[in-house]
Every structure is written in C-alpha cells, then in structure tokens.
C-alpha cells in the first residue's frame, strides 16, 4: 500500500466509519479521534487486506471499546441530543418530526442495538461484514437485528401510527 | 418462515441487494399481501429516516490524518513495504550459496591428516578413521592394553 492507496482508502470509508464512530461514541470529538487511530493503524499495518471496509470497522469498533473500557463509563448520548443542528444533515421539514423520533429512538436503543442498526441500515454492510466486525455468527446478527428493529419499531410506533 | 423471507426481500430491495429474481419474487408477494406492503412502507421510513441521520467526517479530516503520520513510520513503512520482499529473497539466495559453497568445500578436503592439537592421555591410544568421500575423520581413543 503507497501513500495514493492509502489516501483513497481514507476518501472512501471516512464518512462511514465517522458516522458509525459517532453514534456509538455520542461525541464528534471522540468520534474523530477514534477514527484517526483507526487509519493510522491501517497505515502501520501496511499490507493490503481481502476487505478493508470490514477491517476497518472491526479496528475502529476495538480501539473506541478499548478507550470507552479505559474511561470505565456507559457511552452517554447526551451530546447527540444537546446538538440542535448537526452539520451533514439536510432534513427537510415536513420530515423532522420523524427524524426527530428516530433519532430519539436510535439513541435511547441499547449499544449492541444501535450498532447492528447502523452497521446494516445506515451503512449497508452485508450480514457477513457485520458478523466478521463483530465477531459474532451470521444467525446471531440476524437474530440481533431483528431485536433491535422491533425495540426501535417500538419507540416510533406512535409516529408510525400517524404515518399509516 | 415465508414471512422471514418476505422481510428479507424488502430488506434486500431497500439497501439495493436485490437480485432481477428477488425483485420479481418481492413483488408477486406485495401484490398479494396489503400486510407486506405496510410493512414494505414501514421499512423504507425508517430506512430513509436513518440515512438522513448519517453523519460525515469533518472537513479537512484527510489532511489532519496524514499530517499525524510520524515521520519515522512513514520512512518504516516504506522501507517494510518496498524492500521486505528484496530482503527476503537475498536472504534465500545468500542460504542456499552458503549451502553450495559448504558442499564444495566438504568435497575439496582430502583424508591427510595435517595436525593433531592433542595427544591422548598416557594409557589411551588414538585410532584415526579417515572417511572415503568426506574430509571429516573419526577419533576413537580406547584403553592401551599392551601395557
């Protein structure tokens, strides 16, 4: 891997993994460090790798574990919802009530919830990507998300009420 | 079980994993189930609720991460990723010609015996064994008898 490959890989996975870093971190800042150790990683690492989208998840998922362990603290949200306008979003108005309500509920679901959430729907990762960053089975992350779609299901149903 | 695969279907349709067959599949089963294509509805919410939640890197993020590479590293890890295959390989060809040298040597020695550094003791003898195709002799010292 040269400097160019390198830098594609950063162009390509950044906003990804950022996003995945950020909703389970609950903080831009953590989210950014996180996210630079993870490529400098890569960068160490050096030899190229059969998936560097899975990789780099599973990397970016051990060092914000590692350093959520070393705080010894739940990961608090409190900063998603302090954040009036987030800077990416483009919410158009007759849709943010219902933003509101899954943001809401995203942030209320439990960590190992959220995170198959994110990983599936908001990033698009297969069921073997997801199971390889989690180190869990396939079975066991479909189950998992279908868990956590009814928890989060569950937390909107009002608005799902009203939409229908 | 049906169901657990229509779901899978319109999960698959929403992320765009669908194959031609499975959108063929997907929408016999919505044409038939007006449940389905509630749930259908339901899922493309909150699909596209969650995507518009998604959050980008800060601008400038590529220059910062490349700014914070050490200077060392990056000369490492050129040197590891330019030279360790040449490394290797000389390594290898450096092996076996000591391999080669070391056969030829062996070959080249003769059976004479130029020097011996030590004497047995008094009351042993040393019997020399030279060997026909090698340059290395056996030494057998054993109790003198004869005194």
């Given at each position: 891997?040269n ?6 890989t ?9 996003n ?39 990397v970016?998922?051990n ?14 949200l ?8 987030m ?5 158009a ?9 899954v ?62 | ?13 929403l ?25 259908k ?11 518009e ?8 993020f ?22 360790k ?13 000591a ?9 080249s020695q003769?059976n004479?015996?130029?020097?011996i ?31």
């Amino acid at each position: 891997m040269n400097d160019r490959e390198f830098e594609k890989t950063v162009i390509t996975y950044k906003d990804q993994l950022y996003n995945y870093l950020f909703w389970m971190t609950g903080n831009r800042t953590e989210a950014e460090d996180v996210l630079q150790e993870t490529f400098l990683r890569y960068y160490k690492y050096g030899d190229p790798v059969e998936n560097p989208k899975a990789w780099l998840f599973k990397v970016a998922r051990n060092v914000y574990l590692k350093r959520q362990r070393k705080r010894s603290r739940e990961v608090s949200l409190e900063l998603v919802e302090a954040d009036p306008v987030m800077p990416g979003m483009q919410i158009a108005l007759e849709r943010e009530e219902l933003i509101r309500k899954v943001r809401e509920g995203l942030r209320k679901l439990k960590n190992h919830h959220r995170e198959v959430i994110i990983l599936r729907y908001m990033e698009g990762l297969s069921y073997e990507e997801i199971a390889a960053v989690l180190g869990e089975s396939v079975g066991t992350i479909k189950s998992r998300l279908n868990r956590a779609k009814e928890k989060l299901k569950e937390k909107l149903i009002l608005y799902m009420g009203v939409e229908k | 079980m049906k169901e657990e695969k229509a779901r899978e279907l319109i999960e698959k349709h929403l992320l765009g994993e669908a194959s031609p067959e499975e959108e063929r599949e997907l929408f016999a089963l919505l044409e038939a189930s007006p449940e389905l294509r509630e749930e259908k509805e339901e899922m493309e919410t909150l699909i596209g609720a969650l995507r518009e939640l998604r959050m980008k890197a800060p601008p400038g993020f590529l220059s910062r991460v490349k700014g914070s590479i050490p200077r060392k590293t990056r000369y490492l890890s050129f040197v590891e990723r330019e030279l360790k295959y040449a490394v290797l390989a000389a390594s290898i060809l450096l092996m076996i010609a000591a391999g080669i040298f070391g056969l030829l040597y062996r070959g080249s020695q003769t059976n004479e015996v130029t020097e011996i550094k030590q004497e047995p003791r008094k009351g042993y003898i040393m019997q020399i064994e030279p060997r026909e195709n090698g340059g290395i002799y056996f030494f057998t010292v054993s109790e003198d008898n004869s005194m």
